[in-house]
Each structure stands twice: as structure tokens, then as C-alpha cells.
């Protein structure tokens, strides 16, 4: 369903994933990924918001790279250039409020373990965020403000069991996806039928 995008930023080209549904206005999302990198996942995860009646954009932060390990997950994770990832949200974030199909300023940003920090954060430096969502988020570079400036909702990793046995896979149970959707439409201010079909298949991806 979606596409890739580069954005030209100062120095650089980032690479998004957009997936943006017809027709209609639709409320605007930014999915940051976790610190594995822009996994399969993440795309299938933003297609799902997409069928949902939002419009999507994820950047890849890590430009490519896919760690095969916790010890590459953790050196990516670090070798972060920060300033350069706030580039990155900020050009999702002008994208999307002046995309012809989103139908408001307000943007929801939803995050997935380092990811979720990272929205966190910028959700305090970009005030169009108007509803956070982090996934089991963590960042250790960065550590969210005390006072919060828009409406947050932690879904922690135990939630409905959502760690697959056996393997280093997170996924999202139904009952957290419909929280999620309710969520975002609630401080989005849209209103839309579910599509939960199969999403224990659809999603899954490593904290």
C-alpha cells in the first residue's frame, strides 16, 4: 500500500515510508521505529493505520541499516545523531500538516521501544503533536520532561502478553491495537469503523 519518499534534509536525504489511503481528509500520524532499525514491520504497521483512516509517515532513522544483533542494535541506537533525527520528525511533521489529505494541524506520533522515547521527546519540542503513543520506549540518550504537553498513552510490554515465546518478537495484541486506534482518534478528533483483521499476523517486530 505505501511508498518510499526522500526528503531532502540539511546535508542529507532521509528516506520515509508513507501510507496515505483514498479518498478523504484523514488525521496525520508519524511512526518512529525501534532501535532494530526499520524492520518489515514498520511498514505493515503504518498500512494497518493507513486501512484505520490515517495518514502515515515513518522515517528511517538508521538510513538502511538493519541490526542483526542486541550488540548492533545498541551501537545504532548510540550512534544516533540527534539533532539530525529531530531534521527528520520535524520534515514528517511539515509534510503531513500541509499534505492536501490530512484534515487538521494535529499530528499523533506513535513510537516502538527507542522509538517511543523519541516521541516522547518530541512530542515536548513540536507543538502539533497532539496525542503520543510509546510502545515499551526507551532511549538512553534521552529522558522525557516531567511536564508533558499533550495526551501520552504507555503501552507497556506485558501488555496482553504481547512478547512472542520463544523469540525476541513483539507484537500487538488486539486489545492494544483497538486502545491505540480509539486513542488517536479520540485526540484527533476523527470517527471511523475498526479494521482489526488479523492483526496479530499483520504486526510484529523487536522492541
Request: proline share 6%.
Amino acid at each position: 500500500m505505501g511508498t518510499e519518499l526522500d526528503f531532502a534534509l540539511h546535508g542529507s536525504v532521509a528516506t520515509v515510508y508513507e501510507a496515505i489511503p483514498d479518498p478523504g481528509t484523514l488525521p496525520a500520524i508519524i511512526v518512529l521505529h525501534g532501535r532494530w532499525g526499520f524492520e518489515p514491520y514498520v511498514a505493515r504497521f503504518c498500512d494497518q493505520l493507513a486501512a484505520e483512516g490515517f495518514a502515515v509517515q515513518a522515517p528511517d532513522l538508521y538510513y538502511g541499516k538493519i541490526a542483526r544483533t542486541t550488540q548492533e542494535a545498541d551501537d545504532l541506537t548510540m550512534a544516533m545523531n540527534l539533532p539530525q533525527v529531530d531534521q527528520e520528525i520535524y520534515a514528517c511533521l511539515s509534510s503531513l500538516t500541509d499534505h492536501i489529505k490530512t484534515s487538521r494541524k494535529k499530528v499523533g506520533l506513535v513510537g516502538f521501544g527507542m522509538g517511543g522515547r523519541l516521541a516522547r521527546v518530541a512530542a515536548l519540542r513540536f507543538p502539533p503533536i497532539a496525542a503520543c503513543i510509546d510502545f515499551y520506549g526507551l532511549h538512553p540518550k534521552r529522558m522525557a520532561d516531567p511536564g508533558f504537553p499533550c495526551p501520552l498513552l504507555e503501552i507497556r510490554a506485558d501488555f496482553e502478553q504481547m512478547r512472542i515465546p520463544g523469540s525476541r518478537h513483539a507484537g500487538i495484541g488486539a486489545g492494544a491495537w483497538l486502545e491505540m486506534v480509539d486513542f488517536l482518534r479520540h485526540h484527533l478528533r476523527t470517527e471511523r469503523a475498526h479494521t482489526v483483521r488479523g492483526i496479530e499476523a499483520v504486526l510484529g517486530g523487536r522492541k
